[in-house]
């Protein structure tokens, strides 16, 4: 894509390549369709939904955590066992 750009009182043409979006968009939520999403804050969504999505994400991190707890108590035990 080509743009007209100016520096210093000078007008100049100059070639833009644009990146893609990441795949990784975590800031949205996918609609029931799969294909379309819509932003965390977006006007159509309503607070209950909006909870849901982060009661949602915080239920995912808290059972990692109680995993990885769990993990490292069993080998603090097997340790105190040697």
Do not use: P, W
């Not at 769990?70 to 035990?77: T, W």
């Amino acid at each position: 894509m080509n743009r007209i750009c100016s520096n210093k009182h000078k007008i100049f043409t100059e070639e833009v390549i644009k990146k893609a979006l990441s795949r990784k968009d975590d800031k949205r939520k996918i609609m029931e369709d799969g294909i379309h999403t819509k932003a965390y804050e977006h006007y159509s969504m309503n607070v209950i939904s909006q909870i849901r999505m982060l009661v949602s994400s915080l239920y995912k991190s808290v059972r990692l955590l109680l995993l990885s707890s769990f993990i490292i108590s069993s080998l603090i035990m097997k340790l105190n066992e040697i």
